[in-house]
């Protein structure tokens, strides 16, 4: 068992112009790669082992990030499965000149562990501390069932 906090990975970057679009705001792109580093780092973290990326939902665009601001991307280990991690991501934007911060993007990633021989492997049950870690860890099931119900349906198809 590790606390979440274990897993906890934080990221800040410069917005320049080449990461904007023409309305220079930040592509989603950009962020999305971001954001799946920093879910990785973590889940590696937790396991202390290769992860992969296996899916990503409720990925939610809350506001614009401009040229010139910073973004800290965070991320922690919500839940576990066996070999299978739950990471949430969350982007916050700052103008460093008002100091104004804001949410600007959230999601959920999953991970699978890995062995040496690249097959899943058990990973370490996570142990929410706060308050944010046991609402997003108490939540967590009924995200799995959406994904795993998502999964099948997509097989079926």
């Given at each position: 068992?590790?606390?979440?906090?274990?897993?906890?990975?934080?990221?800040t970057q410069l917005i320049f112009p080449l990461d904007t679009?023409?309305?220079?705001?930040?592509?989603?792109?950009?962020?999305?790669?971001?954001?799946?580093?920093?879910?990785?780092?973590?889940?590696?973290?937790?396991?202390?082992?290769?992860?992969?990326?296996?899916?990503?939902?409720?990925?939610?665009?809350?506001?614009?990030?401009?040229?010139?601001?910073?973004?800290?991307?965070?991320?922690?280990?919500?839940?576990?499965?066996?070999?299978?991690?739950?990471?949430?991501?969350?982007?916050?934007?700052?103008?460093?000149?008002?100091?104004?911060?804001?949410?600007?993007?959230?999601?959920?990633?999953?991970?699978?562990?890995?062995?040496?021989?690249?097959?899943p492997a058990i990973v370490p049950t996570v142990v929410p501390?706060?308050?944010?870690?046991?609402?997003?860890?108490?939540?967590?099931?009924?995200?799995?069932?959406?994904?795993?119900?998502?999964?099948?349906?997509?097989?079926?198809?």
């Open positions: 068992m590790k606390p979440a906090s274990e897993s906890r990975t934080i990221m679009n023409h309305y220079d705001t930040m592509f989603g792109g950009k962020v999305m790669e971001y954001m799946d580093k920093v879910a990785a780092i973590a889940a590696m973290r937790h396991a202390r082992m290769q992860a992969v990326t296996a899916s990503t939902d409720s990925l939610d665009f809350l506001a614009p990030i401009q040229v010139g601001e910073v973004i800290e991307v965070e991320a922690f280990v919500t839940w576990t499965n066996r070999s299978s991690m739950e990471v949430y991501v969350a982007v916050r934007s700052e103008n460093l000149i008002s100091g104004n911060r804001k949410t600007t993007v959230t999601a959920f990633f999953t991970f699978v562990a890995l062995d040496q021989s690249g097959k501390v706060t308050e944010e870690e046991k609402k997003l860890h108490a939540t967590a099931p009924e995200r799995y069932a959406l994904r795993k119900k998502r999964k099948q349906d997509r097989l079926l198809e």
